[in-house]
């Protein structure tokens, strides 16, 4: 399981002032506290940079891989800024994301190939909305597949998120069963083991400080891990979520002794 | 997901000590404490009981049963007493539980049938070994679902235990993936939803007190119940196992809002 730190993201006040003011250090000292944490990649979560989105993307990039050598993930809807990332980053790189709505299908899927990126594809319809069921998901897939395929990317390179939604949502407790239920079957009907990805912040969104958001958060992230699921985007501070993924993915790792080393 | 306390066994020697005084004190206040802490069932683990193994279960299920309603699974490898346990119990009982092996299918499926009582099939080969892979075990599983029916009971009664191996085995690292696959594919396999068990302590056994044994026991419970699984056998005082117990359960129940009574 990949672990990725879902905790540079500019709706931190401290984040937002540090990029309004392009001061690298109170960012690069959350991305060594992420990597030190354990995490393998980091998210840059740079909302819609609706202004100077370009600049303050590069100021992030470069901020980032200043201290850290971990693959970013460039985590915004601002094809421009998605460019002008892409256009210095030096780490690996994959574009979140793009889904078959035609903006993204128009200006952010072609990123991927002109940088030869990776990129996830977002298991929402045309319209950007989330399909309430397994069987819906996988439809969107192998439309998601089709289109990414057409710019004539090595599939391998495509990594899907199936999307967890909240909890509270007035079906969320279906959903996750049927998030599971997608995961699972993605590699029979993409016809490849398809990497997916999930950012399991979702599950318990407006869920304010409930205790029992720690617990959900690690129990289903190991009903994930059995599901199938490759990486996940996640608070790399919750250490009890981090054990949990490590003992997951050792459970059923192929190689011997790999839950010794927990 | 119905929790089955393991904790009543003849090993623990205040246990075996009451057995053989036949003082149903100690007893009936660990089951009274089992119930407690939210057991579903409890399990009676006599052993083999090699001597007054009648005269034993009879003594253990009343004193079970003068103190619970819960159903009682009776687990030792001797028939007689199965037999014994059987004619005296009031409660609901299950049968812990036959295999392939023919001394199990002669003198412990039959009483099955003569008691009406469910039963538990473990996928073990006819020389009493388990087997590596989840095909092999899904082969074992449909015959031991054609011996079962041909007692003539009701399928729905049959409880499958795929059979949780140590981490320490030298396969166990692959064996844990193994019995997920295994619960994932029997209703499929055998062409209805057949209900599940597993001994979850299995998979930290010869561990001693190793601190990782919790946190794999909580992680591998949420992974099974993604898989599938309906029943387990564990430690009912380990309460963050039974917490994420409940809680895997809730992410995948159809009613509304079960995450919130967690």
Known sequence: MRLIADNLQITNPDIEKAVADFRAEPIQELVRACQKAGAHMIDINAGPLPRDGDKKMVFLVNAVQEVSDLPIVLDTTNPQAIEAGLKVAQNKVIINGFSLEPKKLDLILPLAKKYEADIIGYLLNSSGHVLPNADERLQIAVEILTEYQKTGLDKERLIIDPLIVPLIWQDGHLQAGEV????????EILGYPVRTIVGLSNLTAGAGRDPRRLLLEQVYLSML??????????????TKTVAAAKAAAALISEKPFAWESL
């Open 225 to 238: 891990t059995a599901a199938g699921l490759d990486m996940v985007l996640l608070n790399i501070f919750h």
């Open 180 to 187: 599971l239920r997608t995961i699972r079957h993605l590699p």
